[in-house]
């Protein structure tokens, strides 16, 4: 029986735990990879996935994963379920493709723990809301601000650009009011400046739920 066969034998994919992984690692060093494939593999093992530029490549990337976990636990109770670590250092991107991250993390009956390890500005911050749990390291900070847009085009083509971004903006209202303890007064006092703030105002304002003191 290879290795390999051991590793897995009897045993499911949800079952796989990072010391498994790591026990079967130095149990075949003649396949010993570079550290960043080990790093990869471990990580996927672990759940853990990592948010930087918003764009439709770190939106597909991350949305397949969260798919791909919620079929391996699909046996599984909800309450069972190993979570889904997002770790996000991000300045933000592009809000079509945020909100497809957003809505995969809100379909995801496996719970997703969404972690601001430096920065979740912009998109990078409503992503960051949208976790099952959010937590955030001590000195880590946040921006919310409406966003930006804008197109080359004909005058027809702006107004309808106009209105389908107008539509956008309120979409992302609507969910930050859902999702944390903005007023809309106050979000509207805020929509039109950068406001800057970290994690203890993040708490008071329903942005996070925990700040971190050891790793989790």
């Not at 029986?1 to 075949?28: C, G, H, Q, R």
């Not at 010993?32 to 990869?40: L, T, W």
């Not at 770790?87 to 957003?102: C, K, L, R, V, W």
């Not at 919310?144 to 209202?173: P, R, T």
Request: net charge negative.
């Amino acid at each position: 029986m290879s290795e390999e066969k051991k590793f897995m034998d009897d045993k499911k994919i949800a079952d796989v735990t990072p010391e498994d992984f790591i026990i079967n690692y130095l149990n075949n060093t003649s396949e010993i990879k570079g550290i960043e494939d080990v790093s990869a593999a471990y990580d996927a093992i672990d759940r853990v996935l990592f948010l930087a530029d918003v764009d439709e490549e770190s939106a597909e990337a991350i949305s397949h994963l969260i798919r791909m976990w919620n079929t391996v636990d699909k046996d599984i109770e909800s309450e069972k379920r190993v979570p889904i670590k997002l770790y996000i250092d991000s300045h933000g991107g592009d809000i079509t493709a945020g909100f497809t991250i957003i809505d995969a993390i809100k379909m995801s009956k496996t719970p997703i723990y969404t972690i601001n390890m430096g920065s979740a500005y912009s998109m990078g911050l409503c992503i960051f809301v949208a976790g099952h749990r959010r937590f955030s390291y001590p000195h880590a900070s946040f921006l919310f601000h409406e966003g930006s847009g804008g197109m080359i085009g004909d005058a027809g083509k702006f107004k309808n650009f106009s209105k389908f971004y107008e539509n956008l903006l309120n979409q992302l209202k609507t969910f930050l009011l859902d999702n944390t303890k903005m007023t809309p007064e106050l979000y509207k006092e805020k929509d039109r400046d950068d406001w800057w703030f970290f994690a203890d105002e993040a708490i008071e304002y329903g942005f996070c739920d925990e700040i971190l003191e050891e790793f989790i």
